[in-house]
């Protein structure tokens, strides 16, 4: 079965600070893909980053980067040099296929509280 | 703007009453997501829709229904409402392929209250 772990609830850095928000993914199917969206205090879901099982590739956008680990399923989220706009829940989601279509998990988010 | 909308955004009514919520999907998508979001909790899947027809079920109580029209939007039905039903509702959407997944652009919303 899938399942998605995001073990920290909640982190407070203070700005300037990195963070890095960890992802940890089970799943038995060698194709799926994961995802970061991003939520913060006005709610609005914001899609991050999509990344498939055969992409190991890190990948870096801004002050944002991601670390996929195969070996450790694993699918880390680092905010470089934080800023209080970063503030916000941050959900990893993993989709695999099943029965023939493709089903998302969200994990259940981790609160990032970026303080002046 | 993630192109997909909701309406409406705030919607207080009582116990036992039913209502609507609408979603409009973005230009091209065929896919539609509807997600619950509790205070302080996580998404919660409750269906999809591609195309017109329900392609998955996650964890939607008998009391709700939806469906997915000719024009793409879709509809989800609250019935017999309950307290426990106050919660912030998503609708998404995606390109949606057999042999891919893709990302999910939310809409706004809709905060249900129920008193």
Same mark, same amino acid.
């Given at each position: 079965a899938q399942k998605v772990t995001q073990a920290q609830t909640e982190i407070s850095v203070v700005e300037k600070e990195d963070v890095t928000l960890d992802c940890v993914y089970e799943t038995r199917d060698t194709t799926y893909y994961l995802f970061w969206y991003k939520q913060p205090p006005s709610g609005e879901l914001v899609f991050l980053i999509r990344r498939n099982s055969f992409d190991e590739q890190n990948e870096i956008s801004g002050r944002y980067s991601w670390n996929f680990q195969k070996s450790t399923s694993s699918f880390n989220f680092t905010i470089t040099?934080?800023? !209080? !706009? =970063?503030s916000a829940v941050y959900f990893c989601a993993l989709s695999e296929l099943t029965s023939g279509t493709y089903k998302y998990i969200f994990g259940t988010g981790t609160r990032l509280k970026v303080l002046a | 703007d993630s192109g997909v909308t909701q309406t409406p955004k705030h919607l207080i009514t009582a116990t036992g009453q039913r209502v609507t919520l609408r979603c409009s999907p973005r230009s091209g998508d065929l896919s539609v997501y509807w997600y619950q979001q509790s205070l302080d909790q996580g998404l919660q899947f409750l269906i999809q829709y591609y195309n017109g027809e329900e392609r998955a079920k996650g964890n939607? $109580? %008998?009391r709700f229904s939806a469906q997915q029209f000719p024009d793409l939007h879709s509809e989800l039905n609250l019935s017999s $409402? %309950? $307290?426990? =039903?106050s919660a912030l509702y998503f609708c998404a959407s995606s390109v949606d392929s057999r042999s891919s997944s893709y990302e999910q652009y939310f809409g706004p919303g809709t905060r249900l209250t129920v008193t």
């Open positions: 040099a934080s800023q !209080v !706009v =970063d | 939607i $109580l %008998e $409402l %309950e $307290l426990g =039903d």
